[in-house]
């Protein structure tokens, strides 16, 4: 279903092989749980977020990595990162998916256009998504939480729901995966001038493989833009029921 190497090493053939998940979007996605008005992380890592041997993460040097909090640390370099959703949906997912290997690519701060194809922002995306692949490895699914941005003015909300369908497109193509399983969170946050007309737009994507979680209703922190510690253990969970429930069909032990 996903995009695989198709040249991996004799050594590469004998060791498990990557489960790669795309992390990208905005700043709820890059994570800021934990993080204070002053801009500081407070360190707390619930359990849920705990690090282990089998969820990987590719840095910025496009190194992997034993992954641990906060996942975008090196990627969303102009921020202070906290707590996301992508450990926990790893942990969730890890033992009916096997070696888990994230590709933190979320940066805060940035419009759905700021993601179209020949963009920086897009082709970083669409190159470590590449890189990930050669060592081995299959790119199952693409989590993305991005929207906030669009909420302040009328023509980016109008156009959100054709440059999100553009955006599903051009990554499908220029990964070669026409049915690359996307997982998009519905917003909890934003401009309240245009938030619904996003939301709506967000839930309106009617395209093969392409299934929403909705954040409604999660704690926000004081900002009342990022989602608490809390929120991002919470929707963690929703993004991983979401991908097991559609994605990854259970094995006869587990059925």
């Known amino acids: 279903m996903g995009i695989a190497s198709s040249n991996q090493s004799a050594e590469t053939e004998t060791a498990p092989s990557k489960q790669i998940f795309i992390l990208s979007g905005q700043s709820n996605m890059a994570g800021r749980g934990g993080v204070d008005r002053h801009k500081k992380w407070d360190g707390v890592v619930p359990p849920e977020c705990n690090s282990d041997p089998s969820i990987l993460r590719l840095d910025a040097q496009l ?46 701060g940035t419009a759905i256009r700021e993601w179209a194809r020949g963009m920086p922002l897009y082709e970083n995306m669409v190159n470590r998504a590449k890189e990930a692949v050669k060592g081995g490895g299959e790119i199952k699914a693409l989590l993305w939480y991005q929207g906030e941005s669009d909420t302040s003015k009328y023509d980016d909300a109008k156009l959100y729901k054709a440059n999100m369908e553009k955006l599903i497109q051009n990554v499908r193509q220029d990964l070669g995966s026409p049915s690359l399983p996307i997982i998009q969170v519905v917003l909890a946050s934003g401009d309240s001038k245009y938030l619904e007309r996003v939301r709506e737009a967000q839930k309106e994507i009617d395209i093969p493989n392409v299934v929403c979680v909705d954040a409604k209703g999660l704690p926000l922190q004081e900002d009342h833009l990022h989602l608490t510690t809390a929120a991002q253990v919470k929707l963690g969970q929703m993004l991983a029921d979401a991908y097991l429930a559609n994605f990854e069909p259970p094995t006869q032990a587990s059925s």
Do not use: S, Y
Not at 64 to 77: V, Y
């Open 63 to 108: 190194q992997w990595e034993c992954a641990k909090e906060p996942l975008h640390a090196d990627i969303d370099t102009k921020k202070t990162c906290g707590v996301g959703p992508g450990m926990v949906f790893a942990n969730a997912v890890r033992k009916r998916v096997g070696l888990i290997g994230l590709v933190p690519c979320a940066v805060g």
